[in-house]
Structure formats: C-alpha cells, structure tokens
C-alpha cells in the first residue's frame, strides 16, 4: 500500500465544514483511497472511498485529486460527535490495510 | 442487523498464561482479520484468513496464533503472554478481498498483561 501523510491534528468549528487532507503521493493505479475514524475507545468505523472520482455518501465527502496524489475528506456541517482520529489509507488488499497515525479532529463548540 | 462483536472486552492476565480472545461476525464475510493498536500508533495487522481452514501471519504475527474451523469465528490465541502483548485489540472483517470493498471492525478488546 501506498504510504500517506496526515497532518497530526486540526481543530474545526462546531457547524462548520471540517477538511481533511491527505497526500499519497505514490499511490498505484489500483489503490483506493479509504477513510476511516476512530472515536476514543471504539473500533474504527467505515467513513468512504474512491478510487478517482469524488464521492459523497451520508456522512461526508471524498474530494481526490486529478493526479491522485492527494484526497481531501470533507465533514460538511461538524459536530462535537465528529470529534475522532481520521484515517486515510491508500489500498489495493486488505492483508496490507496499513493505519498509519491519523489526524486527530477536534471539533469545538 | 449483522455484525462483528469481540470477547471479552476487558481482560487482565498474567504474564505466561494463554489467552484466547474471540471474534464473531453474522455477515457470513469470508475474509476476517486482527489487528492490534498500541497507545499513539495506528492498528497493525497480527493474522488474517481468507476462509475455512486458511489462516495467514501479518506484520506482527510472533507469539499469536488463529484458528479458523468456520466462516463465523476467527478467535485469536496468545500462546503466552507477555507485558509487550498489552494491547487493544481489533477484530474484523470483509465480504471480498478485492479494491474497493469495506472492510468493518469490531469494537475491540481490552487487554492488560501483568
């Protein structure tokens, strides 16, 4: 799997638009790019993917550059239940779902 | 509604003695994985299996074993546990091993080494 850098953390606004970057500079043809999060003390939970184009599903937006390069994940209205470490993964199979570090949100009223 | 659910959630155990930590998913998933997540690093993989009888090492498989003897189940075994083995442990699983499928975690198991 391609390697990604997050940022550590970023704050966001209660009710305003939380985005995530990513880079995955060497991601592969048939690598997906996936996000998930992690709540403290849950499992991680299934947010959205792609493979070129943008997506939207009921809890975000998935925002992938032309050249694949980089993604950004989009919260469109933040809660404080946002408040979570956000994973982005570029993968092909899952015997190599690596997590790496994540950003950690932090959503404040 | 299906889904993965792990045993015991919390457990405390003494360094040397076996642990068996269980994972059940109802999805009828072919594919099942552990992971473990230690304080401040993202999850690695310990072993996977691809169905009945297939099990796998990942990237820290030395001191954990699987057994897969149905599609449901994919418990995992530390053989002796050691204080490195103090851990939270994840559980999960996956319909199809292919680019763009899902794959979903359980809630995880606590588990203290002392």
């Known amino acids: 799997d391609a390697k990604t850098t997050q940022p550590p953390s970023m704050d966001c606004a209660e009710g305003r638009a939380a985005n995530l970057p990513c880079n995955h500079s060497?991601?592969?043809?048939?690598?997906?790019v996936y996000w998930y999060r992690q709540i403290h003390s849950q499992g991680p939970q299934y947010i959205i993917h792609?493979?070129?184009n943008n997506e939207t599903n009921e809890m975000a937006s998935l925002i992938i550059t032309e050249d694949r390069k980089s993604s950004t994940l989009i919260l469109p209205h933040a809660t404080l239940r946002d408040t979570a470490v956000y994973y982005c993964?570029?993968?092909?199979?899952?015997?190599?779902?690596?997590f790496g570090s994540g950003t950690k949100l932090n959503v404040k009223p | 509604d299906a889904e993965i659910t792990q045993s015991p959630r919390h457990k405390i155990t003494e360094t040397g003695r076996q642990v068996t930590l269980a994972c059940h998913q109802t999805?009828?998933?072919?594919?099942m994985f552990w992971y473990r997540q230690d304080l401040g690093h993202g999850l690695r993989l310990i072993h996977y299996?691809?169905?009945?009888?297939?099990?796998n090492k990942g990237e820290v498989s030395d001191g954990y074993s699987v057994s897969r003897s149905n599609t449901e189940d994919l418990p995992l075994t530390l053989e002796s546990a050691a204080s490195s083995q103090t851990s939270v442990y994840f559980c999960?699983?996956?319909?199809?091993?292919?680019?763009?499928?899902?794959?979903?975690f359980g809630e995880g198991s606590w588990l203290t080494v002392v």
């Open positions: 299996s691809y169905g009945v009888q297939d099990t």
């Open positions: 993964i570029a993968h092909y199979n899952f015997n190599k779902f690596y």
């Open positions: 792609g493979l070129k």
């Open positions: 999805w009828n998933h072919n594919n």
């Open positions: 999960a699983s996956s319909e199809d091993l292919t680019a763009g499928n899902t794959i979903y």
């Open positions: 060497t991601i592969s043809g048939n690598e997906y």
